[in-house]
């Protein structure tokens, strides 16, 4: 009975440390070994049922016998195993019995039954407290205690039929592992916490999304970007930033098992912007997430690269139309920009420029077609050159060319790598600055040859250039006006000419003013010893101001003489005019005198004359009337001049003036022989004049023409309309009037006979013109030697505002 109590023993030992049992006990283990203990109970029932007969005794010692071999074996690979797997355990067969103890002994280092010895106290403590409670009641505990060496151990205690067992792992190494990896978490939840606070707080949107493609989570970035109220509103209702084709592209990218890189557009608060998107997958299979992605704002940097773009672009052109010659080499002395200029400087072919060759390879092609200058040691002057590129400063080189050009060099070393040429064409230069000094010195030859004096005061107010005769003319020495002297201390040098003080102000307000616009001036001074001088400021371009001089003295002398000579002249016309007007006013008294006696000496009343008598009183009577007639004229003309003629305006007939005119002409036209004819263009009509100043002035028109008309010839006089004028032209077929004397046809006093039998005192055409003027009309002549002369008058009409020609028809 005791042995098969035993095996029992063994074989729930051996079940205990087998491999299932390292760990706690599930309930189908339990059950298991329950139910082995069960089994070998009932066995040891069917023994001890069987006790009173030996037959069955011996056939049940037998088999008991058979049965005790295996189960010892199993027994001691039992202990073996928990010997080797690093648990112990202690069983108590009864509740005041000493626990048997199984297994690595070693992890027991004082008594197994009192735990003080090996265990910490308050472990101790607490394990023996579990161990009564699982001897008296029965009760499973399951504890961590710590032995006084500081290993855990993992204790678990369990009622097994009846007995109370303890098994003691040790749990060190787990332990050790368990806190590294809860450090291990711990660091990696706070490392996931700032990870995420940081990308909640980036400024660039970042989303994770689920196995289904929809979004699980977004910052609070991506929640303004797509304008949601939080990121939680944006996850609800899947508010993507990203169009659909960019979408469906980092789909496909992601189902390759690659990471989707791309710059996509999409529209954040109304407005499209460009963003760099980086989506990657996430997670393993089966963790909920599928990938994570992040978009970078760029439309800023795109700007700012384009605007690089743009300005590179613009700097390009900007060059290509410089006519200094550019070229920029890299860091790898290899071309990788020139100009125009650069090219037609050195007439190189585009080709070969596009092959972006070294800055060696081109000074080789230069110098075999001999375009640059000839060096007696090529390979060093090279060398020098290349060292450029090593330079810190920029240098400067002259280049005298073989075809005689001269080339102003400039290498300036660029920060980032690599030399920039400068090249400009000097030789116009030289030859504009050759011209340019020669010029300078013609004009110091000239202005040092000329008369009138010249000084030039710069922006400064200092003169800078002068003349000697500007010297002589203020009697000053060159050494005085050395060291260009300020143009208040020139007034000063000058001041002992001057015939008063502000004589130079004017000029020194050209020079040294402050006015807003440089205007020139000019003036005239007198001096002290009575020279006269024309004084001229004149601004520059330049900003200097160029006053000259002239002496004047001469000319000043010659027109005083002048103007007191023309006053005399003036005087005495106005001696003249007064004497013949007063000695017409006094003529004019005894003139109408003797008119009127010779008038009653021809009256038969008064008494009878013979004929020779009637004939000189006819004499007398013509030549009265002529010298009154002349009288007349000289006092009108007189009126005129003093401004007191006063025309009676009337409306008058044109045509009725004309006859009259004609008529009164009549008996001279007969007596010379010359045929007298009206001409009028009707209807003429009435127009606005003086009636006696007209006829007066036709008269006079008519005397001229038949004074000048030979015998047998004829003289018209024509009246019409034309442009609202009346016209009234007088025609002779005489020897017309040359050209030369035509400009003086009107001259008071003057006459012309050129071998006519007219005589006058020369007024009758000079009152004409006067009393038309004084109409507001003109008078014009118009004739040809040999062949006649037109004299027309123009009376305007104010009557006639249209301004229609109402000539009836031809002349």
Known sequence: MAGRLRICAGVFFALLSSPACAQPLDGATAAAALALVGGGALFAGAALLRKSGRRMAFASDAAAASEDAPLRARLDEAEFALCGTGQAVLVWPAADAPPRALGDLSLLPGEPARFETWLAPECARAL?????????????????????????????????????????????????????????????????????????????????????????????????????????????????????????????????????????????????????????????????????????????????????????????????????????????????????????????????????????????????????????????????????????????????????????????????????YLYDDLTERFRLESQFNAAIRVQSETLDALKEGVAVFGSDGRLKLFNPAFAELWGLEPAMLGGEPHVDRVVELCAPRFARPDDWSQLRAAVAGLEDSRLGCETRMTRADSSVLDCAAAPLPDGATLVTFIDATAGVNVARALTERNQALVEAERLRNDFVHHVS????????????????????????????????????????????????????????????????????DAGEAARAAADAMRDRAAEAGVSLEVKTHEPLGAFVADGKRVRQILTNLLSNAIGFSPAGAGVELVALRRDGEVVFEVIDHGRGVPPEVIDHIFDRFRTHASGSRHRGVGLGLSIARSFVELHGGRIAVDSTPGAGTTVTCFFPDPRDAQGEDRESGPR
Request: hydrophobic share 45%.
């Open 128 to 420: 023996g407290e579990a161990a009564a409670a699982l001897r008296a009641e029965g009760r499973r505990f399951s504890l961590t205690v710590a032995t006084r060496e500081g290993r855990s151990l993992a204790a678990e205690g369990a009622p097994v039929h009846g007995l109370a067992a303890l098994r003691l792992r040790d749990v060190s190494e787990d332990r050790r592992e368990a806190l590294r990896l809860s450090q291990l978490e711990a660091e990696a939840r706070a490392e996931l916490k700032s990870l995420w606070a940081m990308i909640e707080a980036s400024p660039d949107p970042a989303w994770l999304r689920g196995a289904d493609g929809a979004l699980a989570f977004v910052n609070a970035a991506y929640a303004r970007a797509v304008e949601a109220r939080d990121a939680r509103d944006a996850v609800a209702r899947g508010l993507e930033l990203l169009e659909k084709p960019a979408r469906e592209a980092s789909r496909a990218a992601r189902a390759a098992g690659g990471v989707w890189r791309a710059r996509a557009p999409a529209v954040v608060a109304g407005e499209r912007r460009q963003f760099d998107v980086v989506e990657a997958p996430a997670g393993e299979a089966g963790q909920g997430l599928a990938s994570a992605g992040t978009a970078v704002d760029v439309s800023e940097l795109q700007a700012a690269r384009d605007a690089l773009a743009r300005e590179r672009e613009a700097h390009a052109r900007t060059l290509d139309q410089l006519s200094t010659a550019v070229a920029i080499f890299d860091g790898g002395k290899r071309l990788v920009f020139h100009n125009a200029a650069y090219r037609q400087l050195w007439g190189l072919d585009q080709a070969f420029l596009d092959e972006r060759p070294s800055d060696s390879e081109i000074l080789d092609h230069l110098r075999a077609a001999m375009l640059i200058p000839e060096q007696a040691d090529y390979r060093l002057w090279k060398e020098g050159l290349m060292a450029a590129y090593r330079a810190l400063e920029p240098e400067e080189q002259a280049w005298h060319l073989p075809d005689g050009r001269t080339l102003r060099v400039f290498i300036n070393p660029n920060p980032q790598g690599g030399v920039t």
């Open 585 to 652: 006013y006094e003529l004019r008294s005894p003139l109408t005198n003797i008119i009127g006696f010779v008038q009653l000496l021809g009256d038969p009343a008064v008494g009878p004359l013979n004929e020779r008598q009637l004939e000189y009183v006819g004499y007398v009577n013509a030549s009265s009337t002529a010298l009154l007639a002349i009288i007349n004229d000289i006092l009108d003309l007189a009126s005129i001049d003093a401004d007191a003629m006063e025309l009676s305006r009337e409306e008058i």
